[in-house]
């Protein structure tokens, strides 16, 4: 298993160029999240999925849109890019809550993009 | 709201030393409490959990007890090494709360040999 995966690792934007991050698990995860880490502030959540074609929006969704078209891929657009979205993006997977509150997410390895 | 707050870092130590990072939470319900460790370059992965009062978990040498009485996580090793050095997340996830997970800002730690 390759758990979750997310392309690309590094991407540098211009203000105003638009992209997509695509994350993919392969552990028939029914959530996703996406994350933005910051320094300093530790994880915040942009938007999730708790199924194949929901979402909902987390913490800090402005200025970002999403789509779950499929179970196993959970796609992060930036319509117009702003040097405030530079950050480190995560993507993360879980099992739903229902009978085990205990649940873990499973994390990507990051996309780190830079937005001048 | 739901919150999380570690120590302040960076904890730099010794090889050997002992290590505590404190956690603390404030929530509305009563939550899961998780560790996490981010190695260099890489996602997060989680290190240990504990899903009610009194509840100890460990992984790899690392402890943490559920405190509710103080809710508190603390995070312990009795003697570091160099391959420790990383950033550990202290987290909390409410059990009637969807699948959202709240974390705490992270603490770097710097383990020198």
């Known amino acids: 298993n390759a758990g979750v995966t997310q392309t690309p690792k590094f991407r540098v934007l211009k203000t105003g160029q638009s992209m997509t991050l695509l994350c993919a698990q392969d552990m028939n995860h029914e959530y996703m999240y996406w994350y933005r880490q910051d320094p300093g502030m530790g994880l915040r959540l942009i938007h999730y999925?708790?199924?194949?074609?929901?979402?909902a929006k987390g913490e800090v969704p402005d200025g970002y849109n999403v789509s779950r078209l499929k179970k196993q891929n959970f796609l992060l657009g930036l319509e117009s890019a702003a040097p405030s979205q530079t950050s480190v993006y995560f993507c993360?997977?879980?099992?739903?809550?229902?009978?085990?509150?205990?649940?873990?997410?499973?994390f990507g390895p990051g996309t780190r993009l830079t937005v001048l | 709201g739901d919150s999380v707050t570690q120590m302040e870092g960076p904890v730099t130590l010794s090889e050997e030393a002992f290590l505590t990072i404190n956690c603390t939470y404030t929530a509305t319900g009563y939550p899961s409490l998780f560790w996490y460790v981010q190695y260099p370059g890489e996602g997060l992965q989680l290190l240990l959990k504990?899903?009610?009062?009194?509840d100890k978990g460990s992984n790899k040498g690392f402890e943490a007890t559920y405190r509710k009485e103080t809710t508190s996580f603390h995070l312990e090793k009795g003697s570091v090494q160099v391959s420790d050095s990383a950033v550990y997340f202290c987290a909390l996830k409410l059990k009637d709360y969807g699948q959202n997970f709240v974390f705490g800002p992270g603490t770097r730690l710097s383990v020198l040999p």
């Open positions: 504990a899903t009610k009062a009194d």
């Open positions: 999925s708790v199924g194949e074609g929901t979402t």
């Open positions: 993360a997977s879980s099992y739903p809550t229902s009978g085990r509150p205990y649940n873990e997410q499973f």
